[in-house]
């Protein structure tokens, strides 16, 4: 979320994303939304420090490969719209019919439920995230976003960027693995 991203730019002295404002710690009334314009490095800096911060190894705190991405979308969808691994999901379940990211967790068309273990949000149609792998220069971009209007798109296929790529729609999450 933005205010978790906040809390690492103020102790690593770190300057805002774009469009943050440099008198407060996030943009206003965007403390659970989640953070976006914010680089590959800048993502994997930010895992880093998450790692140092709980005392894990620095390996354990990393950015979802798209193996990891589709694992996880193996879950129930809350409101009944199918299978989130289908082609046509995206369209059957309305996704990318925002304007602009929502808060985290506020959704329940973009919540996917795993019997016994408990449910992970916003992985389909709240912003695009960064992943670990690279093709040639660029990084992988996985799951949709608000800005993805194609009815056919896809949010099981990889997306490639340049690292450096700070977009509005873009943002990430990271996979915590002990003992890695």
Not at 31 to 60: D, H, I, R
Not at 111 to 137: H, K
Request: charged content about 20%.
């Amino acid at each position: 979320t933005c205010e978790h991203y906040s809390n690492y730019l103020q102790a690593m002295l770190e300057p805002p994303p774009p469009g943050w404002p440099l008198n407060r710690p996030y943009p206003l009334g965007k403390s659970n939304f989640p953070v976006t314009n914010v680089t590959w490095p800048e993502a994997m800096k930010f895992c880093l420090w998450v790692a140092q911060q709980n005392g894990w190894p620095a390996n354990s705190v990393r950015l979802p490969t798209l193996a990891e991405y589709k694992r996880a979308t193996r879950g129930v969808t809350i409101r009944g719209h199918g299978n989130p691994q289908a082609p046509d999901y995206w369209d059957l379940a309305r996704l990318g019919r925002e304007d602009q990211p929502y808060p985290v967790t506020s959704r329940g068309w973009d919540c996917i439920r795993f019997p016994n273990l408990g449910q992970m949000y916003d992985a389909l149609g709240n912003v695009a995230e960064w992943g670990s792998e690279q093709q040639g220069e660029a990084r992988e971009a996985l799951g949709g976003s608000y800005n993805d209007k194609d009815r056919n798109f896809n949010p099981m296929e990889a997306r490639w960027l340049p690292p450096s790529s700070r977009l509005p729609w873009l943002g990430f999450r990271y996979v915590h693995g002990l003992g890695q």
